[in-house]
């Protein structure tokens, strides 16, 4: 199995700031990588696929990149809402495996 | 707008079944794969299983692989998940969500449901 690989766990931030979170996968998965959000109590929400393209609706405020092992996900701008936990997952190969999460707080 | 869901979600006792449903609306519900995650309580996502929109293609996690089974009804847009001899450590919130952009299971979700928990406790 592809083993995804969030850094870091947890990040301090305020509002107004920019913030990258990091996922590596543990061989190459091209650019077969996704970005969720969820907020506590609630569904996740589908944010980016295929690396670096936005679902429809997901503002411009997040973007993604990456490509074989290494990803990012970068947050603009952070406002309240914003503050949420952050998953990656590869769907290059079966198992779909996700990240750990990385919890994003406001400092 | 796509709406997923999910019900059938409760206390079970440990080696009990259960049959999740997940009533999809607002897409051709036949024109797209759907998967099952679960996410146990205070951890993080797990994918467990997925389906074909021609329901020829299942796949599933080995943590469930042989105790659960995915399926679907394509006349009445509603995807099951049927548990069998349940543990402890399935107690989780199942989200069935929707993949896209094809029939194929591709793995990538772009939509999904509000999640049902199931408890596996005596």
């Known amino acids: 199995d592809i083993q995804m690989t969030q850094s870091p766990s947890s990040l301090s931030a305020s509002v107004g700031d920019r913030v990258t979170i990091t996922c590596r996968a543990s061989?190459?998965?091209?650019?077969?990588l996704a970005w969720f959000q969820q907020k506590p109590g609630k569904a996740p929400k589908s944010l980016i696929y295929?690396?670096?393209s936005l679902q429809s609706g997901v503002p411009s405020k997040f973007s993604g990149s990456g490509s074989a092992t290494d990803f990012t996900l970068t947050i603009s701008s952070l406002q309240p809402e914003d503050f949420a936990t952050y998953y990656c997952?590869?769907?290059?190969?079966?198992?779909?495996?996700f990240g750990q999460g990385t919890k994003l707080e406001i400092k | 707008e796509v709406q997923l869901l999910e019900s059938g979600g409760g206390l079970v006792q440990p080696g009990e079944s259960l049959r999740l449903s997940c009533v999809a609306s607002?897409?051709?519900?036949?024109?797209?794969?759907m998967t099952w995650v679960r996410q146990a309580p205070g951890k993080g996502l797990e994918w467990i299983s997925a389906?074909?929109?021609?329901?020829?293609?299942?796949y599933y996690a080995d943590s469930v692989k042989g105790r659960f089974t995915i399926s679907r009804d394509n006349s009445k847009d509603t995807l099951y998940l049927q548990m069998n001899s349940l543990r402890g450590e399935d107690t989780a919130v199942y989200y069935c969500?929707?993949?896209?952009?094809?029939?194929?299971?591709?793995?990538?979700?772009?939509?999904w449901g509000q999640g049902t928990l199931v408890t596996i406790s005596s």
């Open positions: 607002g897409f051709t519900f036949n024109s797209y794969a």
């Open positions: 061989q190459g998965i091209s650019d077969y």
């Open positions: 997952q590869q769907y290059n190969s079966y198992p779909y495996t």
């Open positions: 389906i074909s929109g021609n329901t020829f293609d299942t």
């Open positions: 295929a690396a670096s």
């Open positions: 969500a929707k993949e896209g952009p094809t029939a194929f299971i591709t793995g990538q979700i772009d939509n």
